[in-house]
């Protein structure tokens, strides 16, 4: 889909969309990420719900972003639980 969101001045003034991913042990043990996506959402002013084209165009625009912060998000808190893991598989095998 090719993106026709007009780009006014409120576009310099960007979104900040955060997911935080947290594991939480049974011992208390606390692993969390944090990720922001910045790019692609579209303000307030720029989201165009005067048509079902503008709404569309727009909704897909913030869409696209939340989901690559998403997928990002739990890449990222996968990839710090394994290391815990195979930290304490590695101190138990000591």
Same mark, same amino acid.
């Given at each position: 889909m090719e /993106? =026709? @969101?007009p780009l006014s001045e409120a576009m310099k003034d960007k979104i900040k969309l955060e997911f935080i991913a947290r594991i939480t042990t049974p011992d208390g043990e606390v @692993? !969390? /990420?944090?990720v922001e996506a910045e790019d692609g959402i579209p303000v307030p002013d720029d989201f165009d719900?005067? =048509? &079902? $084209? #503008? +709404?569309? !165009?727009? +909704?897909d625009a913030y869409e696209k972003a939340a989901l690559a912060a998403r997928n990002?998000? #739990?890449e990222e808190i996968t990839a710090e639980y394994l290391a815990?893991?195979? $930290? $304490?598989?590695e &101190? $138990?095998?000591k």
């Open positions: /993106r =026709t @969101i @692993i !969390e /990420r944090i719900i005067s =048509t &079902k $084209k #503008g +709404f569309l !165009e727009s +909704f990002k998000a #739990g815990e893991v195979s $930290k $304490k598989n &101190k $138990k095998q």
